[in-house]
Structure formats: C-alpha cells, structure tokens
C-alpha cells in the first residue's frame, strides 16, 4: 500500500484557513510527508486601486504582505510539528491556482469556509467546486487541531470510490478506532410490512440481510489487502446521507473518509444539494476520495455478490413469498447477529 507521500494545504490566513495549515503539518509530521502551503492573491480583488494607480503597484503590495504572513505561519509550523514547509504564493483565480497545485499532492487539504482581508482563497464556492473537479483526495478541515484522529467512520456504498476511500482511511488510521460503516436501504422492510408479512418473518429476513451486508463488507476490504483486525464493522437502516450524519454522532467521528462518484446507495451523496448538507451539518472534518483515475481498481460491485435488498421493484407478493421462504429453510437459533466490537489496538 502507497504512503501519503506529499500534502498541498491552501489558506487565506483566517482562523479556518489556519486550522487547515495546523492539520495537514500533523498529517505531513506523522506520515513523514513533504508540506506545502499555498495562498492565492486575487488579482481581480485589486482592479479599482488599478484603474488609479500603477496597474501592478496593489498586486504587488498584496503578494508581499502575504508572503510575509506565510513565512511567518511556516516558521510557526516548524517550531510546533517539527516540518520545514515550502511556501508559494501565486495571482490568479484561487479555483484555477488550487486546481492546478494539487497535481503535485497525494491529499489536498483545506479550511471550510475561511475569510479575511489578504484575498479569500476559501471564499465562497472553491472549495465546493474544487470538490466537484478535483482528481486528488480533498480534507475538509472543521475544527481545531489538538490530536491526530481518533475515531475514523468509512461509509462505503460497495462502489470503487469506496475501495478508494477504504484504502486512505487505512493509511490515515495510525492509532484511530476506524469503523466501516454502510446504510441499508429500509425500502424492503416497508414493503414486507405493507404486505402483512408477519414481523417474526420480518425479523429474521432483516438478520439475513443484515448477516449478508455485513459479510460483503468484510470480504470488501480483505478484497483490498487490508487487516480487518483493527477495524469494526457497523450497519444502519435509512437514507445514506442521515443514518451517516447520525451514526458519526453516535460514534464521536472526528474524521468522515468518502468516495464521491459512487453507483448505490452513497451514490450521490457527495453532490449537489445533498453534498451541501453532508458538509454543513456534520461537526468534523471530512476526507473526500474521488474514484480511482486510472480504473486499476475494480469496481466491488462487480466482484461481490448482490446485497440481499438488490431488488428491482418486485410487487408485494413476490417478496412476502421471498421473506417466508429465507425464514422457513432457518431458524432464530441458526443465526449470530454480528455487532460492531472495537478490538483492542495492536502494541506498538
């Protein structure tokens, strides 16, 4: 497995943007990581001082003041996490400027919604475009840096962003409780339900499907060549963007690794209004992982056995017969409902 070899982390100098610098000097101290830091000088932002004055006098005035301020947040960086950063300032438009620096970097870090009165690379919809377009790994950096990681969640939807979420999240993990975690479509208990299929028969189709989901998502990431000792396993029933927001609560997540680009039931969840939501609500940072460019990642769909609600709209009858028959060939006994167990960390 490749190593986070190099981070791009962007600031405008706010509190946001600083909290991002922070973070991704502890990632790059941890994983012995190269470090650049990057803020972007709108030259748009300077055209009334242009029309009066030397067309690049303000441009120039800017650049300096931030390069000066970016010495300064790197020389804090050293001292703090023992990195030597290198410090580039660019003008331009800051999407443009950021998009074209991330070629250069495993993981691209950035504040959420940072502002301040250099130039604002965080302003506004970059970050949420550079989400959209960027082919690297994206850290949404939330909240304040006083730890690595504790507890990483991986929702996964058994597409190959998901492979490529895992794969990260396992290298992030150091000595965070990483706990992967898929919502299960409630679709088909409703109908069960609205065809007064009996609950002892609901029950027990709900532990197959259950048993099922929970086995595919093991073979999933021992698929991958990963150590599943270290990781726990977890399901929910309910809309994917809800039961993720819900469970990171539970679990007190400080960090939500995702694929974006996914074909189920995460589909969609990193885009458009429902991205929004995901980014506005929850309270941590948050690694976004585009789908592998290369397509040297198979999709797990396509090599994993159908979840046991793959269904395509069968009427009511057909599935009360399905239920009856899963629940006859087995009895309760027959079955150990497998509950997600932190396992005990390997000594280091």
Known sequence: MTSIKSLLVATDFSVDGNNAVRRAALLAHDHGARLDILHVVKAAGCKPLRDWFYPTLDVDLRTAQARGALQRVAVEITG??????????????????????SDRADVVVLGRRGR???GGLLVDGTADRLLRTCKRPVLIVRTPVEQPYRRVLVPIDFSA????????????????????????????????????????????????????????????????????TFMSFTLAYGHAVGSTLRHAQRLGADLIVAGKQGRSTLGGFLLGSVSS???????????????????????????IAPRANS??????????????????????????HNTARFGSRRAS
Do not use: K
Request: charged fraction near 25%; aromatic fraction near 2%; glycine fraction near 4%.
């Open 161 to 228: 962003a998901s492979d490529a979420a895992i794969r990260i999240a396992a290298q992030m993990q150091g000595e965070a409780i990483l706990q992967v975690f898929h919502a299960i479509n409630s679709q088909r208990e409703a109908v069960l339900r609205d065809a007064d299929v009996p609950a002892r028969i609901i029950r027990q189709t709900r532990l197959i499907e259950e048993a099922a989901t929970n086995a595919r998502m093991r073979r999933q990431v021992a698929g991958l060549g990963l150590d599943c």
């Open 311 to 336: 269904v395509s709209q069968p009427d009511n009858a057909s599935l009360a017969r399905q239920a009856a028959a899963q629940a006859g060939a087995l009895t309760q006994s027959d079955w150990i």
């Open 277 to 303: 939501r995901l980014l506005s609500e929850t309270a941590c940072d948050m690694l976004i992982v585009p789908r592998p460019r290369d397509g040297s990642l198979p999709d797990a769909a396509a090599t």
């Open 116 to 118: 301040s009165r250099l």
């Open 80 to 101: 703090a996490y023992d990195v030597a950063p290198t410090i580039e300032v660019v003008v331009g438009d800051p999407f443009e400027m950021l998009l074209r620096a």
